[in-house]
């Protein structure tokens, strides 16, 4: 065989490689809206069940903390399912609040459309990790070189991370429809403003760092967004606890939403675990992307745009974590500077990228 005729033929293989990325990743797109639509029945089903009114009856009424189980009929018998947690206050007025009972609200069908979600969750999944894969074999480096390949790979690690979660028997079962829905509008941004069409990269990405920096950057960002997702549920969370201890009486779609998901503490506590424990990372990521830059560019830092905003970032995230250690910062005033680190993040993510021009514009976007 020619020199010519293998170049043709490398190219030909190439091109059906990245068509073959491209309907992975649209089959993946596909599947997500199956489990968003199960995720949705999962809501709409719990929200029949009478957990949440019955909890307050009680609570209201003195009756004693501990309510009957559920009895629900299912082919042709009955089967009792976890017993509902009823919302107490400790005498000092400190709230001591349990976990809600989930999505499903105690309901038996919500909880089968809710198994169903996770099982169509973890196909779309392995359906887009092929198409990262096959993006990657079509360009024959790493799938992160532009905008659209980070997307794509940025959205496969975030379900990755909560799917890891579900394996540790971790209750996020509740994060399912927020992150579905996310996943989705980012990979249909992914696919219409951001496609880029296979390509090499610039000679300044090619070194091994590309596999370490930008693959811990994107680990980082999926950990920090199922952080976010915490930190916005538990203002909303925060807010329905403080209208209950004060007399108030909170609608009907906010208490049927709200009471199902984990109480203001766990989801806080959560969101500080996951933030702590991926913002050591976070800083190895921009001390690998200085060490990068004195490779390619001879000078480790250049207060490039991105640079500059991962710096930003890291201070976000820096002072979150000193604010949630001190007394009077614990709590909403520590969730909002978690929300302007991540909106940090957010802006060095896609602003950077498509509005400002430095040296990490590659690749068109």
């Given at each position: ?44 089903l719990g929200s029949r069940s009478k957990v949440g009114r019955t909890a307050a009856a009680l609570t209201s009424a003195g009756a004693p903390t501990e309510a009957p189980a559920v009895t629900v009929k299912r082919g042709g018998g009955t089967a009792v399912l976890e017993r509902p947690k009823v919302t107490v206050r400790s005498a000092s007025g400190a709230r001591d609040v349990p976990d809600g009972p989930g999505a499903h609200g105690g309901d038996a069908q919500g909880d089968m459309y809710g198994r169903i979600a996770i099982s169509l969750t973890v196909l779309a999944f392995l359906v887009e990790l092929g198409g990262v894969a096959a993006r990657a074999a079509s360009v024959e480096r790493a ?223």
């Amino acid at each position: 065989m020619t020199l010519a005729a293998a170049t043709e033929l490398a190219v030909a293989t190439n091109e059906h490689l990245a068509s073959i990325s491209n309907t992975l990743i649209y089959s993946s797109m596909a599947v997500y809206t199956l489990a968003f639509f199960a995720y949705i029945a999962e809501w709409l089903l719990g929200s029949r069940s009478k957990v949440g009114r019955t909890a307050a009856a009680l609570t209201s009424a003195g009756a004693p903390t501990e309510a009957p189980a559920v009895t629900v009929k299912r082919g042709g018998g009955t089967a009792v399912l976890e017993r509902p947690k009823v919302t107490v206050r400790s005498a000092s007025g400190a709230r001591d609040v349990p976990d809600g009972p989930g999505a499903h609200g105690g309901d038996a069908q919500g909880d089968m459309y809710g198994r169903i979600a996770i099982s169509l969750t973890v196909l779309a999944f392995l359906v887009e990790l092929g198409g990262v894969a096959a993006r990657a074999a079509s360009v024959e480096r790493a799938p992160w070189g532009n905008m659209y390949e980070f997307n794509i790979t940025f959205s496969t690690v975030a379900v990755g991370v909560y799917l890891g979660l579900l394996a540790l028997k971790k209750n996020v079962r509740w994060m399912g429809l927020f992150l579905i829905t996310t996943v989705l509008l980012d990979l249909g941004l992914a696919v219409t403003v951001l496609y880029t069409a296979s390509d090499q990269l610039v000679p300044a990405l090619h070194s091994y760092w590309l596999y370490i920096h930008v693959s811990t950057a994107i680990f980082c960002g999926a950990v920090f967004y199922v952080g976010a997702v915490a930190t916005i549920l538990y203002l909303f969370k925060d807010s329905y606890e403080s209208k209950l201890e004060a007399g108030g009486k909170p609608g009907s779609f906010a208490s049927s939403v709200l009471e199902r998901l984990p109480a203001s503490a766990s989801l806080d506590k959560f969101a500080y675990r996951v933030n702590a424990a991926v913002f050591p990372l976070w800083t190895f990521t921009i001390i690998a992307g200085a060490i990068w830059a004195g490779d390619a560019w001879g000078r480790y830092w250049n207060w490039d745009p991105k640079e500059t905003w991962s710096f930003i970032t890291w201070v976000g995230y820096a002072c979150y974590l000193h604010a949630r250690a001190t007394a009077g910062w614990k709590g909403r005033k520590a969730a909002y500077l978690a929300m302007i680190a991540f909106g940090c993040w957010l802006f060095n993510y896609y602003g950077v990228n498509i509005f400002v021009s430095g040296k990490h514009s590659y690749a068109g976007v």
